[in-house]
């Protein structure tokens, strides 16, 4: 397949940097198209554990050229950082190589950290448990047209007068709440600083990827987040801010979607979610404690542990749904072993009301109840598994009825965090 599409199908934290690095092994290229540094990507090779936030996590296989789409918000600081430290890991990545970064992506700036935290802290109860990057408030710049973008990066004059200009609204909202003001000046000269080892990056990617599509080159598009934290489809106003899936692309990534070949969801075989928001399948008992101890399920970008639950075929399906799904990639089987049983939401159940369709917009979300399916579990433990037929019966069971009730195939499990843990689903 020359183009493929990576999305993650839930609430995030599903896999897909351990997929990505996986089927990047045979890619050209990695894009990243939306999101910033709210993303977490984690690969795992043998003993070494990296996690990427806003590099591709094409990072990791030499024939690889990684992009990062205009629809992605760059905070530099970190970004420089997150080179560093792949770098202690004996990974090289070279601005203007093998990393190139759209002109078009927007700066994430100091102000936009600032006020994503003021912002959470006036919602009060309300809050929405950002991963407090500044990411809404950048794409609240991009859309209101105030935002300065990597390309402003290569020309001094362009930047300080953008970020002057910029200056006097964030400066007017941040003494409004008795806080210090931003000196553009001081910061424009601090960028340049900051910035000058990535501007070798700094390209229309789009051009490159349309490029390299039409000569037939292997391209990855990267998803970050999950389609229920999608701006649109998502469990509003509990998301993210941009559109994370397909809709996504095109924009976040400069081609047309029809480019795609191939759409992969991937799905945990049971379900998180870190912050707050709707979760009808989640477990405040000790069985979700187990899934968030055996599944070390604490946040890549945060630390925050995630809110377990089992998993919820209803939102499952809708996410298949909006996306086109060809393929669906199950992660984590593994720490579904030693349970006496596993279970499936096939549907929600409100008052005497039984809905079977994610109830997209639906103000009460919080009030749907899950209707289960009880599946036996099993006890072996399967991380060294190398077979699919080899699994326990249950656990074949369990990725059959998930194929059927999506009616999405499943081709591949994963078994564990490391980049061979995969189980390849023969076709019965
Ligand atoms: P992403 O944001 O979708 O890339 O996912 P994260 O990296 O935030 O979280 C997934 C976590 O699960 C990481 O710690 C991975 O190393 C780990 N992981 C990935 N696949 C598996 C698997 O099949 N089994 C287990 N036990 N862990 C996995
Ligand atoms: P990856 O790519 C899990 C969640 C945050 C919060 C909401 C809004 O690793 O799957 P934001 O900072 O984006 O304004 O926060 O979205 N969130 C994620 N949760 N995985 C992610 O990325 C996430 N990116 C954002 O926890 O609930
Ligand atoms: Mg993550």
Known sequence: MPARCVLGAQWGDEGKGKIIDRLA????????????????????????????????????????????????????????????????????????????????????????????????????????????????????????????????????EILRTRLRAAAIEKNRFLEG?????????????????????????????????????????????????????????????????????????????????????????????????????PFPTELHDEIGARIRERGREFGTTTGRPRRCGWLDAVALRYACAISGADALYLTMLDVLSTFDEIRIALAYRRGDEIVREWPAGHPRIAEFEPVYDVLPGFDEEIAECGRFEDLPEAAKSFVRKIESIVDVPIPLVSIGPERDQVLHVQRV
């Open 25 to 156: 092994e045979g890619a050209d290229y990695v894009v990243r198209f939306s999101g910033g540094n709210n993303a977490g990507h984690t690969v795992v090779i043998g003993d070494r554990k990296f996690a990427v936030h806003l590099l591709p996590s094409g990072v990791f296989r030499d024939n690889v050229t990684n992009l990062i789409g205009p629809g992605v918000v760059i905070d530099p600081w970190h970004l420089i950082r997150e080179l560093e430290n792949v770098e202690k890991g004996g990974i090289r990545v070279e601005p203007g190589r093998n990393l190139r970064i759209s002109r078009s992506a927007h700066l994430i700036l100091p102000w936009h950290r600032r006020i994503d935290a003021l912002m959470e802290e006036l919602r009060g109860p309300g809050k929405i448990g950002t991963t407090g990057r500044g990411i809404g408030p950048a794409y609240q710049d991009r859309a209101s047209r105030a935002g300065l973008r990597f390309g402003d990066l290569e020309d001094p």
């Open 177 to 277: 709440v008795q806080q210090t003001p931003v000196d553009p000046d001081a910061l424009a000269e601090e960028l340049i600083e900051v910035t000058r080892p990535l501007l070798a990056a700094a390209e229309d990617t789009g051009l490159v990827c349309r490029t390299a599509l039409a000569r037939g080159d292997q391209v990855l598009f990267e998803g970050a987040q999950g389609l229920m934290l999608d701006v649109d489809l998502g469990t509003y106003p509990y998301v993210t801010s941009t559109s994370v899936g397909m809709s996504g692309l095109g924009g976040g990534a400069g081609v047309s979607p029809r480019a795609v070949d191939e759409v992969i969801l991937v799905a945990k075989a049971y379900s998180t979610r870190v912050g707050e928001g």
